[in-house]
């Protein structure tokens, strides 16, 4: 039998940076991976001579501390900061600089109307505690009625699912569906947020004008594979051993014992880096669950256009008139095609059973001109080239029981693995969170 200090269960980012924080403090480390892919979704495709990732890959919204943690793993010199670059469109216009809806451009009495109702709720009503909260449908359940049938919709929309059914954890999965409300200017936004503590955890205002940390690095004209790579030749330097297995156990046999395709593997720490369904699944003795998670199916319209003319990194279409949920604009930070042209993707949500789905080039025409809407491609640009990919399974999303399980699971971990099984940062998404998660537990 094998021994390690630290077994790591997954693949891709979550797993190497798991393994970089294991190198701080332990020599002996393994990686265990269902996949001979070991990027994960990191892993780009090729198109017109490009390599691209599949959508938008940043590490984007990072605090100082990330930022250092990422530029020591896979070298400074291997990544630019581009500053924070969305946009936002909310019924038909743009917004700069700010990915979740601007309510105020739906026009002045839909805005009023909110904001009238924002403040009855959050000082009359005095609603201002998130207690009780299961689902993302009882989250906004205080919100204006205007915002709230949109939210709902939306939801629909973006996930395929009904609001009810998904954990509150969800709207930071989705720009659209965030809970925080921009019903004001900054200026004003700051001001209320400042003197009025109610109001703010339920306003929102542009990041810029937040005075926070805010940093989005990205390895500039290449891809996120290529710092995959670097990352994945850097453990292997430093002496992190790789797996492959297609069905991995843990077990407690007065230590952690983990059984893979080929081999037993002693460990004193495992990490999960997985989905939470996934990391259940592999307890011997399991608790008997429902599924947790939820794979939101998306369809990718990838085009080739002439040249670049927005200086945003991606727009998020929050708007119900439209079907992208988000446009990356991959070649003003990542590579161009084999005859220097430029490339956008569009990201459609779309549920497997509809017509759309079946025949998506029936509204190809229609995604076209809204990412010139959207001023990613020239208005007079005519299509050329383009494809489009379907993936049933794209990002994860916590369902209402999300919480209860991962109790459930925690408590298994503390009654008969001695919390020796860490699942860093379940729930969250974004990959300056995840490092949070890591060093919270290691500053343990």
Not at 101 to 108: E, L, R, S, T, V
Not at 119 to 144: A, C, M, R, V
Not at 231 to 247: H, I, P, Q, T
Request: aromatic letters at 14%; one cysteine or more; glycine letters at 4%.
């Amino acid at each position: 039998m094998k021994d390690f200090d630290c077994v790591i269960i997954g693949s891709g980012f979550r797993a190497f940076i798991t393994a970089y924080f294991c190198l701080k403090k332990n020599k002996k480390i393994l990686i265990v991976s269902n996949s001979k892919n070991l990027s994960g979704v990191l892993k780009p495709i090729k198109w017109d001579g490009a390599f691209i990732d599949k959508g938008y890959q940043f590490f984007d919204g990072l605090d100082l501390y990330s930022k250092n943690i990422l530029e020591n793993f896979v070298g400074k010199e291997n990544l630019s900061d581009f500053g924070y670059g969305a946009a936002s469109l909310t019924n038909g216009k743009i917004y700069d600089y700010h990915a979740i809806p601007y309510w105020p451009n739906h026009g002045k009495l839909f805005v009023l109307s909110a904001i009238i109702q924002t403040l009855l709720n959050f000082f009359i009503k005095k609603d201002k505690k998130k207690n009780g909260i299961k689902s993302y449908e009882d989250l906004i359940k205080n919100h204006p009625s205007n915002i709230k049938e949109i939210l709902y919709k939306a939801c629909e929309r973006n996930f395929s699912i009904s609001p009810e059914k998904l954990s509150f954890l969800s709207e930071d999965f989705s720009p659209f569906l965030c809970y925080r409300l921009t019903l004001f200017s900054d200026k004003v936004g700051k001001f209320l947020k400042k003197h009025f503590s109610s109001l703010d955890n339920i306003l929102a205002i542009r990041r810029n004008s937040l005075d926070s940390e805010n940093y989005s690095l990205y390895p500039k004209q290449k891809n996120m594979g290529f710092i995959a790579e670097i990352m994945e030749k850097k453990l292997k330097e430093d002496g992190v051993s790789f797996e492959l297995s297609n069905k991995t156990k843990i077990y407690n046999q007065n230590k952690l014992i983990i059984k893979t395709d080929n081999s037993t593997i002693g460990a004193e720490k495992i990490f999960l880096a997985t989905e939470l369904d996934d990391a259940i699944n592999f307890f011997e003795d399991k608790p008997k669950l429902n599924p947790c998670n939820y794979y939101v199916p998306q369809m990718f319209f990838i085009f080739k256009t002439s040249k670049i003319i927005s200086k945003f990194q991606y727009v998020h279409g929050n708007d119900l008139k439209f079907f992208i949920n988000r446009a990356s604009n991959v070649s003003l930070y990542g590579e161009k095609t084999f005859d220097n042209k430029c490339i956008i993707i569009a990201e459609v949500p779309m549920n497997p059973l509809s017509e759309y789905w079946k025949n998506p080039e029936s509204i190809l025409e229609k995604v076209w001109s809204e990412l010139k809407i959207m001023k990613l491609v020239d208005k007079d640009e005519l299509m050329d080239k383009y494809d489009i990919f379907k993936a049933e399974k794209t990002f994860c999303l916590p369902l209402i029981n999300f919480n209860k399980n991962l109790s459930t699971l925690k408590n298994l971990i503390k009654e008969k693995y001695n919390n020796n099984v860490f699942i860093p940062s379940a729930g969250t998404i974004t990959r300056g969170n995840y490092i949070k998660g890591l060093k919270e537990y290691f500053d343990e």
